[in-house]
């Protein structure tokens, strides 16, 4: 029993919670202090010293052949997990954890947008002072501010306020609003770190990520996310942990980088498990009690998050019922001077009681050049078509095929001539799971579609990755849709606007650009073929 009440103490005891004899250190990026006005703002940015800097580091970047040309990648040094998305004035904010080659320290970083595509670097938002480094968190926006609440090293939970056109001046004005230690040295009932952040009426409410309690099988270390409620932003009360009934992630699971946003009628919580990866609930919220209950769960990763894989989301809504996410990726290669980047931006939308949509979102369709299209081609029993005058490293494909009854849909990207380099698109008919135990109205079985990238490179540092596998439903003679997005180091493909797939790749061959089909078993027909090349947002 002691031995059990000791491992409990420390599982709420934070990985980070030892506060620094030392002072910490000014960041070696200079912080200062921009107008209120945004005419003004703009002025101030042409000459600002880190845009300077950011453009200079981008120009040099820029050869690298793995850097992305629409995807949102770092500036310089490290991008890694997604803060804060949120829509602010008529423009997307993101901020990011930011580890700049001249401070190794993790510190918010900021891009903003008109339309979720094109990206504009900005000044640093919130530097590590008093706190040791600017983890992850999330923002809410009210009409005269955005809140930013995040976990700050060697303090806790720590709220920043910011008003001004392009957020650039930022206030902390709660250091901690929730302490790594109790005033009287007992343990704390909770786990502080990252949160998410939200108001109902007069009452701003926040949940931490991270926690684990040790009340599963045999004791075993389960998820912990802990509600908090303020009137002032100042003043936080504990209120207690935050979900009833979930059952689906697996002993040792965390829900860090936590978001929780209205879907529908429905509530989605967004999280990531330092395990296994980014994920989403769906469920119902009791606001009377406070309470969200899970009934249903999905994954952004199919696999382990790293090397090469989708790491953590940050969400915000976006105005008309649905959200909006974006995730980080991380690198399967060392690409010297910079890392990190992150996926396309995803709409979700609730389509049925369990179940969402995900296609992706922003104005992707103002990179598209060089339009080339095929239609109702046969695609004989296996029988590769390797496309002649379709192919690149920087593009949008979209297909539609009647599968018919072809067990088997391969579609190559990224294919040398000699075929020692491609990834490969893999379509299983009805190969998933039998879910009619599940839902009697289901005729058969789920189909799988994977993402495998063994063969995307010959390159000995490269760090191999084992296939994404994730399932999806096809309704009874419904074409196979496929959007796949391909920009240099990294592949994501959307499958009938319900399912979302991406690995980062790094293809060693100059003549890795070729496009290939297939089908494997049975004849199937390609009823359309949709190619464009992209723009670099750069």
């Not at 599982?11 to 003004?40: G, M």
């Not at 009647?402 to 000699?418: E, H, R, T, Y």
Request: overall charge neutral; charged content about 25%.
């Amino acid at each position: 029993m002691k031995l059990k009440l000791i491992s409990y103490l420390l599982a709420l005891t934070p990985v980070f919670s030892i506060i620094s004899a030392q002072p910490v250190q000014p960041s070696k990026f200079p912080q200062r202090n921009y107008s209120q006005q945004k005419d003004k703002q703009l002025k101030e940015l042409k000459k600002d010293s880190q845009i300077s800097f950011f453009k200079d580091s981008r120009k040099k970047l820029a050869a690298d052949p793995y850097r992305p040309i629409y995807h949102l990648s770092s500036p310089d040094g490290i991008m890694h997990d997604p803060n804060g998305l949120c829509y602010w004035q008529g423009k997307w904010h993101l901020f990011y954890q930011f580890l700049p080659t001249k401070d190794s320290r993790q510190h918010w970083g900021h891009a903003v947008s008109d339309d979720l595509i094109h990206w504009q670097d900005l000044p640093i938002a919130l530097y590590p002072v008093p706190e040791e480094k600017v983890y992850s968190g999330a923002t809410y926006v009210e009409k005269d501010k955005v809140i930013a609440m995040y976990y700050g090293l060697g303090f806790g939970d720590i709220v920043a306020t910011s008003s001004d056109p392009l957020l650039l001046n930022w206030k902390k004005i709660a250091t901690p609003a929730i302490a790594l230690k109790s005033e009287d040295g007992k343990p704390l009932p909770y786990y502080v770190f990252d949160t998410a952040i939200w108001k109902e009426d007069e009452t701003y409410y926040a949940v931490t990520g991270g926690g684990r309690i040790p009340n599963g099988p045999g004791g075993k270390m389960m998820r912990g996310n802990y509600l908090f409620s303020s009137k002032n932003l100042t003043d936080w009360k504990y209120m207690h942990e935050f979900m009833q009934n979930e059952r689906f992630l697996m002993p040792g699971e965390d829900a860090a980088c936590p978001y929780f946003w209205p879907i529908g009628d429905r509530h989605i919580f967004l999280f990531f498990s330092h395990i296994t990866g980014g994920k989403y609930f769906l469920g119902d919220y009791d606001k009377e009690k406070h309470h969200f209950y899970p009934t249903t769960y999905g994954k952004f990763n199919f696999g382990p998050w790293g090397p090469g894989g989708v790491h953590a989301p940050s969400a915000t809504p976006d105005g008309e019922g649905g959200v909006i996410m974006i995730s980080n990726m991380t690198g399967g290669k060392t690409t010297p001077g910079w890392r990190g980047i992150m996926t396309l931006p995803r709409k979700l939308n609730l389509i049925s009681h369990d179940s969402i949509s995900m296609i992706p979102a922003g104005d992707y369709k103002s990179l598209r050049k060089n339009y080339k299209a095929l239609k109702n081609i046969t695609l004989n029993a296996n029988q590769e078509i390797v496309f002649n005058n379709i192919s690149g490293n920087a593009f949008e494909l979209q297909i539609e095929i009647d599968v018919k009854k072809s067990p088997l849909i391969v579609l190559n990207v990224l294919q040398s001539k000699d075929k020692k380099e491609y990834t490969s698109i893999k379509f299983f008919k009805d190969r998933g799971f039998d879910l009619r135990r599940l839902n009697p109205n289901l005729k058969g079985n789920e189909s799988l579609i994977s993402l495998e990238t063994a063969y995307s490179s010959i390159l000995p540092d490269v760090k191999s990755r084992a296939p994404e596998i994730a399932p999806i439903i096809l309704a009874e003679n419904e074409s196979l849709k496929l959007q796949v997005f391909v920009d240099k180091s990294v592949v994501e493909a959307f499958v009938n606007d319900r399912q979302a797939l991406a690995a980062r790749v790094y293809p060693g061959l100059d003549d890795s650009i070729g496009i290939s089909l297939e089908s494997r078993g049975n004849d199937a027909e390609l009823k359309q073929l949709d190619f464009w090349e992209m723009k670099s947002i750069y």
